[in-house]
Nanobody, 122 residues
Framework: QVQLVESGGGLVQPGGSLRLSCAASGSILSINYMGWYRQAPGKERELVARITSSGTTTYADPVKGRFTISRDNPKNTVYLQMNSLKPEDTAVYYC????????????????WGKGTLVTVSS
């Protein structure tokens, strides 16, 4: 059983910063990639950033230059450093991961966290 647990969301003023964390735990053989999606009211869920096992990163255009994704492989943890936050960044942020588990079937599956709310407002 693999679980993803997010932390770090909250209320911040425009121009402020937050750091999100997501820790994967359970029976894990390897993690192919981890990342973050977000969903705001009235909008579709969108990819924010992702990082592969080799360290290759991808960012959505609206967050380029402001957000940085990183990973601590021994801890199976991914981070999202968010700077210069804007009101349009307000959303529920979901951690996700593509993981090969340690069960006898050695399955590769996608996992999702429950989400953490980021609110950018004065």
């Amino acid at each position: 059983q693999v679980q993803l647990v997010e932390s770090g969301g909250g209320l911040v003023q425009p121009g402020g910063s937050l750091r999100l964390s997501c820790a994967a735990s359970g029976s894990i053989l390897s993690i192919n990639y981890m990342g973050w999606y977000r969903q705001a009211p009235g909008k579709e869920r969108e990819l924010v950033a992702r990082i592969t096992s080799s360290g290759t990163t991808t960012y959505a255009d609206p967050v380029k230059g402001r957000f940085t994704i990183s990973r601590d492989n021994p801890k199976n943890t991914v981070y999202l450093q968010m700077n210069s936050l804007k009101p349009e960044d307000t959303a529920v942020y979901y951690c996700y991961a593509n993981i090969r588990d340690g069960g006898s079937l050695s399955r590769v599956m996608n996992y999702w966290g429950k989400g953490t709310l980021v609110t950018v407002s004065s």
